[in-house]
């Protein structure tokens, strides 16, 4: 058994066993980020793309060094394999489940998580952190931008469902995280001002689309797109810009 290990790479590492932090040295902690990334491989592959700069005996000296003081430090948080190198199946890894309800979310297909419970599908989606920030090995860059553009189209089906079961205060929380990691996705605001009208908040969701299309403007120099300006028109009468 994984003994309770939960992994965390959105918003920086973090180890737990039990909900007790476990403390890993730079190495581990690239070790087991990894994994969580691209699963099981075989030693040679993994010590490659670690320690890219040293020889391959020496990368797997680092690698079989590595191993001794991850299980050192917390047992059977790595699968027992002979020449392949893996996380316990176990091991409940913040960016797997992101992967899963996004899966749910988007193409209908995937575990599915309890339906629309703010606790067990909210909280995970609407954490606003990036894929280990300070982070700049190659391989975390590549996933970076993946994970992110996973993230936002999650958070904007889920606020679209939300909406459907008329909980607009839910929906604006997805929705706003949405808006965190990409500020420039039309998609992403209309959902938000939606869910502010849902709430019969009419004067939030002005002011959220007059404050998104300054920053458009100033930014890029364009305008929101007509889906979204269409969806604000009609409140717009008769207010004085």
């Known amino acids: 058994m994984s003994e309770g290990f939960q992994l965390t790479l959105l918003g920086g590492f973090s180890l737990r066993r039990g909900g007790s932090p476990v403390r890993l040295a730079p190495s581990g902690q690239r070790l087991l980020a990894f994994l969580a990334l691209h699963q099981r491989h075989p030693r040679g592959y993994v010590a490659s793309m670690l320690w890219p700069e040293q020889?391959?005996?020496?990368?797997?000296?680092?690698?079989?060094?590595?191993?001794?003081?991850?299980?050192?430090?917390?047992?059977?948080?790595?699968?027992?394999?002979?020449?392949?190198?893996?996380?316990?199946?176990?091991?409940?890894?913040?960016?797997q489940q992101l992967a899963e309800i996004a899966q749910y979310f988007l193409d209908g297909n995937g575990p599915k998580p309890p339906p629309l419970d703010p606790q067990a599908v909210l909280d995970v989606l609407a954490s606003p952190g990036e894929l280990l920030p300070g982070w700049y090995d190659d391989w975390v860059l590549m996933e970076r931008e993946r994970v992110r553009l996973q993230h936002v189209r999650a958070l904007e089906a889920l606020a679209e469902q939300l909406l459907d079961h008329q909980r607009?205060?839910?929906?604006?929380?997805?929705?706003?995280?949405?808006?965190?990691?990409?500020?420039?996705?039309?998609?992403?605001?209309?959902?938000?001002?939606?869910?502010?009208?849902?709430?019969?908040?009419?004067?939030?969701?002005?002011?959220?689309?007059?404050?998104?299309?300054?920053?458009?403007?100033?930014?890029?120099?364009?305008?929101?797109?007509?889906?979204?300006?269409?969806?604000?028109?009609?409140?717009?009468?008769?207010?004085?810009?």
């Open 55 to 95: 020889s391959q005996e020496h990368a797997l000296a680092s690698l079989r060094t590595t191993l001794w003081r991850v299980r050192s430090r917390a047992p059977e948080v790595l699968a027992p394999t002979r020449h392949d190198v893996d996380l316990h199946a176990d091991v409940v890894v913040d960016i």
């Open 168 to 241: 607009p205060s839910d929906a604006l929380r997805a929705a706003l995280t949405a808006t965190t990691l990409e500020p420039f996705r039309d998609s992403a605001h209309a959902v938000a001002v939606r869910a502010y009208l849902s709430e019969g908040n009419t004067a939030e969701a002005i002011r959220h689309f007059r404050h998104y299309r300054a920053q458009l403007v100033e930014e890029l120099g364009v305008e929101p797109s007509p889906a979204l300006q269409e969806l604000i028109h009609p409140h717009l009468t008769g207010i004085v810009s």
